[in-house]
């Protein structure tokens, strides 16, 4: 099939000029305790750009093997949703790890096996230690909102270490793998009009 980069770069143009992976942000939220939310896009924190990298969540339909006649036909299964994970620069004050530590022992108990009204009880009057959500948006070359994808019932599952090397002199960094039930998608054309993404995937 003939071709010309002509046509390619006008195709492609047509779409925006295509999506950039380094243009984005993350907003995570603890919804029982607004005290540990960071990255929330109505505050002025600051917190929420230190998240490095992240990933538009997967969409995925396992197969169901049913045998007949010696072979395995594959039909619809469950939908599942695999745990979301993110990469944050650390600052000196550990501000996101000490509130991801302090959400997991709200969920678990404190570290030494202690628990209480406050850790270790996922319910509160507030809400549920589980029912967090994440927001990731991309953002266009014009810099607004082109797409919102929205994770309901979050939780941090995972707090990734963070190496101490005499011979480096990088920027400390960690990931934090959450779990999380499902997750919406919606659009929004304008920075300022965000679309919450109610509608299920």
Do not use: C
């Not at 202690?114 to 948006?137: C, L, N, W």
């Amino acid at each position: 099939m003939a071709f010309t980069v002509s046509e390619f770069k006008s195709n492609l143009a047509a779409g925006g000029g295509g999506a950039r992976p380094a243009l984005y942000t993350v907003d995570i939220h603890n919804s029982a305790d607004a005290s540990l939310d960071f990255g929330n896009s109505t505050t002025t924190s600051y917190e929420g750009l230190l998240v490095k990298a992240a990933a538009i969540p997967a969409a995925t339909i396992a197969p169901l093997a049913v045998n007949y006649a010696g072979r395995a036909y594959k039909w619809t299964g469950f939908r599942t949703f695999d745990n979301w994970t993110v990469t944050v620069l650390n600052d000196e004050d550990f501000s996101i790890r000490f509130k991801m530590m302090e959400w997991m022992r709200s969920i678990s108990g404190q570290l030494d096996g202690t628990r209480d009204t406050d850790y270790g009880s996922p319910i509160t009057a507030a809400g549920s230690y589980e029912d967090g959500y994440a927001i990731v948006k991309q953002l266009g070359t014009d810099g607004l909102v082109k797409q919102v994808y929205k994770m309901y019932n979050l939780w941090p599952t995972e707090l990734g270490e963070i190496a101490v090397d005499w011979s480096s002199d990088m920027i400390q960094e960690y990931t934090i793998g959450f779990a999380y039930d499902y997750w919406g998608h919606g659009t929004t054309t304008t920075a300022t009009n965000v679309v919450n993404a109610t509608q299920p995937a």
